[in-house]
């Protein structure tokens, strides 16, 4: 048998179900989190997700301004979200988990993880807006410095967010006020979280991993 823990999953899901699962046979954890990739990227392009049409709407409207716009996720599917829902096109640069992993970028809360795609997109951190919904997210753009940081409280976490250091905190974007809009149309460049920003994913990361779990 292998053994191993289980904690930290892919795509911002975390569990203390099955801790020290043990795996019989030659299936490894490399195996699983490639199993689970592989079903959420299935369920991903069937269109089983969320979109927030707020922030669609309003990353078209920055393209058109002529700002900068990147995503800088964590999830190793954000691509193929952006892809689907035919956004793509709109970002100068999109830094995802595989970039990530790939570049040895330390993830959120990090500084590193936003400046990276900042220096992608040609824009100094101070120059720079960051959409967020999560504290480590929040506090990972503190750390790097930028110069406008946003959150996202689609949970009605906005105390959370405030402590973690944002500089405007709302429910949605279209809570943004005239004041928002002209600091942030003031920057140089805007970069997106994607869950919980752009779309919620996260379940399907549960469902996948479930699925994975209930075929081994």
Known sequence: FISFPLDQFRGGVTTTVN????????????????????????????GQFKAYDDTITFIKNLKKAGK???????????????RILGIEENFKHILDGRIAEVKKIPGKPSGEFFRAEAKE???????????????SGIQAAKAGE???????????????????????????????????????YSMDGIIFDMDGVISDTES?????????????
């Not at 900068?68 to 952006?82: D, K, M």
């Open 19 to 46: 801790k020290d699962m043990q795996i019989g046979g030659a299936v490894t954890q490399q195996d699983l989190m490639e199993a689970e990739e592989k079903r959420t990227e299935e369920l991903i392009e069937g």
């Open 68 to 82: 900068i716009l990147g995503v800088a996720s964590s999830s190793p599917n954000a691509r193929t979200v952006l």
């Open 121 to 135: 997109l040609g824009v100094s951190p101070e120059r720079a807006v960051v959409f967020e919904d999560a504290v």
């Open 146 to 184: 930028f110069g406008l940081i946003i959150g996202l409280a689609r949970n009605n976490d906005e105390e959370k967010l405030w402590a973690a250091g944002s500089d405007i905190v709302v429910k949605t974007i279209d809570d943004l006020d005239t004041d928002h809009l002209q600091r942030i």
């Open 204 to 216: 399907l990361h549960f469902k996948a991993w479930k699925e994975v779990f209930d075929n081994f």
